[in-house]
Structures are given as structure tokens and as C-alpha cells.
């Protein structure tokens, strides 16, 4: 009886934990949430299930896996006003920075069901850390979840694996230093057995990946497209798609004036195409459907392009458009539409096929937040906390305009019957208590 039972369990397939949202932009890495019962409305007062105050700053979107919300954040220590004076004058972005005398860098887990915090663990401290822009935070890449690890990425200041049940680290990663001049933005991506991200500083510019099990790098490639003389002009903070493309998995990037297409096995360039003026700061992920991948070009004048992937060796721009393209927040592809929110808070609806206009629309307030599709209407965020529900549709119709306390900076997350939101100063679960 006891070698019979032993038999079954080893024939039994694996159990592996599905995160329910595992990264940046869900499940697709597209800001599509398959899931029903998403609110429509709320409050600080209605529609609320749970308000948990979040210790740190950070811009880090949630994640939730085995009903745990996982974020980042960083404590910060102000440097002194001598200190501070000194740094500034290291300023060649001519941005409006923070300084500080040393950071502690965290993650937070938040219970799905009750709001309560059960994990604040410092996985990396930095003594006199390189300044963020004010705008920013040290803590605004997104984490990545999979099968009771958390992968927590801080840009130039390291990377950490962290054990989801006991909050311990399992190994860091401090090797890939570079200068952000603003901070760290690009948050990392999983595929197979490797963690991989972006490093677009003005000093370095390259993408990179670890081996998820142990850090250790196991590819790294310099970016090749030239680009402007101006440090300042070849920074980026995107953060890569992997999709299949002519029956191969390839990892689309964008980078200061060029997108790659890498194999993300070996980190080899396949191909690169220039968007045609200066671009830089790249921010936006990608999205990919229709056998083409959509992006923007973020600062000095951002358009978005559609590049034909599918059937071509080298991708070819389809169309791209200069009205009203984001700088920071990504595109959302739903079927045949096409809808991003500019820096500004003009909401545009095109056809993804020619790039011709549906609607160009204003919301109101700035926007750095990413469009999230689910039970069929498009939820956007806005830096003042006010969540604009528009209807799925070539016809821009509002649905609700919901407010909440603080600003928004990063973007929903959803899991059944529920959304997570966090703003600067606390996590929401929005729906049914």
C-alpha cells in the first residue's frame, strides 16, 4: 500500500503556483486582465475592501501570487544641504533631482484577503545614492513573481531573489552599474531560466540577463545603433516584450533612437531599426497582435510607430503617427484598437492596422500610469488618484471617474472580482469586501 502511494506521487504531474498577476501589465505583460467582476465605481468610501498605508516611497506596480500583493519600496535618508549642493552641481540633466544620504531597499507583501502587511524585508542598501529625478523613485521598476520567488530589480543599485513564503533573500546581484541620471525605470521580464531587463545609462547602454537561480549573468549585449553625442540623449527605462515572431521567440526592446529584436536565449541581435529622429528616456513597453509590434518614442517629440513583424526578416515601420503619442505610459491593444494617454491626458483611440484616427479626447490631469483592459472597459490612472472607466470602442465614452487619496503613479493590477491600486501613500483593494 505505502510503495503504491509512493507510485502515484511520483507519476503525479508537478503542481506549479500560477501568479495571478506576475509582473508589469499582467499575465500577457499587455495590460490585458482576464478576469470578471472588475468595480466600476469607488471611493475612499465606497467599493473599498481593504486601505493599507505603505511604509517607503515607491512607483513599483503590484504583483499577486498565492493571495499575497508584492510591491517595492525605498526608505530614503535625506543628505545634508552641503551634501545635497555639492550633488547638484554633478547635475549635467538639468532636472529636478533628490538627493539622499543612503536608501533602503525593500519589499512589501500585502495579504490579498485582510490588508494586512506581512513582509517588509530590506533586500539592498546603497550609502550616497545616485539622485532620481523628483518625478521618480528608487523604487519604481515592478517586481516579477514566479513559483515562490520574487524578483525584485533597483536598476543600477542590484537585483534581488526573494523567498515569497519567508521574505529571505536567496541571492544579489550588484555587478551591472550604470548612470541613470534620472533613476531606475526598467523593470525586468522572465523567460525560461533567465531574468532579463534593460541598463540604458548615459555612460553604458546594454541589456542583460541573469540566471534566476543563482544571479549570475549569463549574457550581456552592448546596444549597436548609434546614436546623439549628448550623454544626456542616450539614457532609456524600457522594458522589454518577448513574443514569438515567424515561429521564434524574440525579445523586442527599445532603446535612445533605435528598437532591437534580441534572442532572448543568447542575447544575440537579430535586428535593429532607427525610428528617425531624436528620441530618448524610452519609458513604454511595447504591445504586439495583428503581426506587429506598437511602441513610442518617448521625449523630445514622441510618436507611435507600428512596425510589421511577421512574414519579414527585418521588422518595417507600417505607419507612426506625432499627435499626442506618451512619453511614459505604454500602449494598449484591444482587437483592431489602439489606445494610449499622453504625458498631458489626451486619451487617442486609432486603428492599429493604418494608424488612422477613431478619437483624440481629453481626460484631464498627467498620466504615467499604463492602461489596463478587463471585463470588457479600459481603466486608465491618472499622478492626481482619479481612475477614468472609459467603454471598449472606436467612440470615446466615460463610464465612471473614480478618486481616490494621493497620486497614481504606477498601474493596476486585477485579480477576480477585484482591483489593486497603489498611490503614493497607501494599497487599495477596490471591489466587494
Known sequence: MHRAILSLLAAAPLILHAADWPQWRGPDGQGHAEVKGLP????ETENVAWKRELPGRGWSSPVISENKVWMTTALETAASKDDAAKREKENKSGQPLTFLASVSLRVLAVDLTTGELVHNEEVLHEANPQ????LNSYASPTPVIENGSLYAHFGTFGTACVDTTSGSVLWRNTDTRIMHENGPGSSPVLWKDLLIFHCDGSDKQFVCALDKH????AWKTDRTGEMHSNPQYKKAYGTPLIIDINGKPVMVSTGADWVYGYDPATGKELWKVPYGQLGFSMAPRPVAGLGMVFFSTSFMKSEVFALKTEGVTTPEVVWHNSKNGPSISSPLL??????YVSD???FSCVNARTGQDYFRERLGGKFTSSPMFGAGRI?????????SVLKRGQKFEVLAKNLLDGSILGSPAAVEGALIIRTDKALYRLGKK
Do not use: A, D, Q
Not at 539622485?131 to 523628483?134: A, F, L, N, P, T
Not at 484591444?334 to 489606445?339: D, I, M, R
Not at 481603466?379 to 481612475?387: A, D, F, H, M, N
Open 214 to 217: 543563482t544571479g549570475k549573468l
Open 334 to 339: 484591444v482587437g483592431e484598437e489602439l489606445y
Open 379 to 387: 481603466y486608465v490612472c491618472s499622478r492626481e488618484g482619479t481612475t
Open 40 to 43: 466600476l465605481t469607488w471611493s
Open 344 to 346: 498631458g491626458g489626451i
Open 131 to 134: 539622485w532620481v529625478h523628483e
